[in-house]
């Protein structure tokens, strides 16, 4: 598997925040981005439209 990384920029209490629940959880914060992600539907080929279809 190749990996990538990822750099966010986010609030130092944010940071903290998440660092308290990763190890609350004992997960490394990696983990909890990952799972997340994963939970977020598979976008439909093609569907890049942001607004919703409404008649």
């Not at 990538?4 to 986010?10: A, H």
């Not at 629940?21 to 439209?49: C, F, N």
Request: proline share 5%; aromatic share 6%.
């Amino acid at each position: 598997m190749n990996k990538k990384g990822l750099n966010l920029r986010i609030t130092e209490r944010r940071l903290n925040k998440l660092r308290l629940y990763a190890a609350s959880k004992e997960k490394t914060m990696t983990q909890l981005v990952e799972d997340w992600i994963d939970r977020l539907p598979t976008p439909e080929i093609g569907d890049s439209s942001t607004t919703p279809y409404t008649k």
